[in-house]
């Protein structure tokens, strides 16, 4: 039997060969990019020195965690990083679709595809440009903001000082960078209702709010639920490019700035602290591997052709 189950196997590779062979170079990358560098975790567990390296350093259980834990600095984080993408998911999803929604009833098909395009943008522009365009609008001695605020007989407002003002700063960097990439899903999705039903709406009298109410919400709600769930599995991710260089090291803002990410980089690059930055890492990879799993299962609840496993 065995013998027979693997000439089977034999068989398939030698049918299969082309497909296995332009398969390769994919499974070769994720291999070395992927699951190699996962070794690492170990660092996590020990106390990481330049003499001893990754695999001669001596073993301290889990006091990189401890100190995690004990410097306070876990629950403000943890809990940033959580806040930001609810308020982030919750925001961008609400926006992206009334954009879709905008873009549908344009009847300009010129201006459509030059507003579509024209939203696009700021998802190809690199988060250090970003990082650059909010310090010369936001910059105490020179912003474009405190010009205008002196220009009228105000005060110039210290904003990389005020930490209560860069929750809404970020939304709205995140929001505008992601609202091309993300109504474009949303309106495929409206693309694809049928005309018909429009007509139909129309002919019985419906204005253009209520065939957006009771039309076009309702039908596309399915591609809403979906991409809504899939996002919460990367709630515990902070976008460390967009967070990095918009704050930046500003120590004052970090009560409300700090996330997972930027915790770690700084445990590595400023304290040269391979342990805890590597057991912050993998703190949250396993957040991110339960919530994945969790959001996965209530996507299963939903409809479970799009499910992961």
Not at 108 to 131: A, C, D, E, T
Not at 206 to 216: C, G, L, M, Y
Not at 264 to 291: E, H, K, P, W
Request: proline share 2%; charged share 10%.
């Amino acid at each position: 039997m065995q013998t027979k189950g693997l000439k089977g196997f034999i068989k398939k590779l030698r049918k299969y060969r082309s497909y296995l062979l332009m398969l390769l170079p994919a499974v070769i990358y994720t291999l070395v990019f992927s699951y190699y560098p996962m070794t690492g975790v170990i660092l996590a567990f020990k106390k990481y020195t330049y003499a001893g390296g990754i695999w001669g350093s001596a073993w301290n259980g889990i006091e990189n965690f401890k100190f995690f834990f004990k410097s306070g600095q876990a629950g403000i984080v943890t809990r940033n990083t959580v806040l930001y993408n609810i308020l982030f998911i919750v925001v961008g999803t609400i926006v992206q679709i009334a954009v879709a929604i905008f873009l549908t009833e344009i009847r300009n098909k010129h201006f459509r595809k030059f507003s579509q395009s024209f939203m696009f943008l700021p998802y190809f522009i690199s988060w250090v440009i970003v990082g650059v365009m909010a310090f010369n609008i936001f910059s105490s001695d020179y912003g474009f903001l405190n010009n205008i605020i002196t220009s009228f007989g105000g005060k110039k407002i210290s904003f990389y000082s005020k930490p209560q003002v860069w929750p809404g700063i970020l939304l709205f960097f995140n929001v505008w960078k992601g609202i091309g990439y993300g109504s474009i899903l949303y309106l495929a999705a409206i693309m694809g209702i049928d005309t018909s039903i429009y007509e139909s709406a129309s002919i019985d009298g419906a204005n253009v709010f209520q065939r957006i109410f009771h039309v076009t919400i309702p039908m596309i709600m399915p591609t809403v639920v979906i991409l809504f769930l899939m996002s919460i599995g990367g709630i515990f991710r902070g976008n460390f490019d967009m967070f990095y260089n918009l704050v930046g090291s500003n120590g004052l803002l970090y009560e409300y700035t700090d996330v997972i990410d930027t915790l770690a980089f700084r445990a590595l690059i400023s304290s040269n602290d391979f342990g805890m930055s590597s057991a912050i890492g993998l703190f949250q990879s396993v957040l991110c591997f339960i919530t994945v799993i969790i959001a996965n299962k209530l996507v299963g609840l939903y409809d479970r052709d799009y499910t992961l496993l």
